[in-house]
């Protein structure tokens, strides 16, 4: 699993929406959230590159970058880490928590419900 910083995710994200981008465009895109410097996002993209989740091509002068790893499968892998180390591998603990706190809505207690029922249907067909 790639760790990737709070930074580095807000860059992530960016590309996620839209790729490839060069540095500039990826500045421009995070101007909006925060004060971000053209410095930052190039030792931010950099960073990621080493780290493997994202590639880039270089057109004339300028690089553009893409990520390597999908958002889904980040999102994935980290629920699963954050519901490994702070739930001993039990999401029911975590759901509770929600539960008790007023924080699952109509839509999000209707999505849980179809997840269940897939669930079981595909453990009939196993």
Known sequence: ????????LSVMQVLWQRQPLSANEVVAALGNDKDWHEKTVKTLLNRLVS???L???????AYLYYPLIAEQDYQLEQS???VERIFAGRVAPLVAGFARQNKLNADDVQQLKQLIAD????????
């Open 1 to 8: 699993m790639i760790e990737i910083s709070n930074a580095e």
């Open 51 to 53: 780290k493997g989740a």
């Open 55 to 61: 590639g880039f091509d270089k057109d004339g002068r």
């Open 80 to 82: 699963r880490s954050f």
């Open 119 to 126: 669930w079981e249907q595909e453990q009939h067909h196993d």
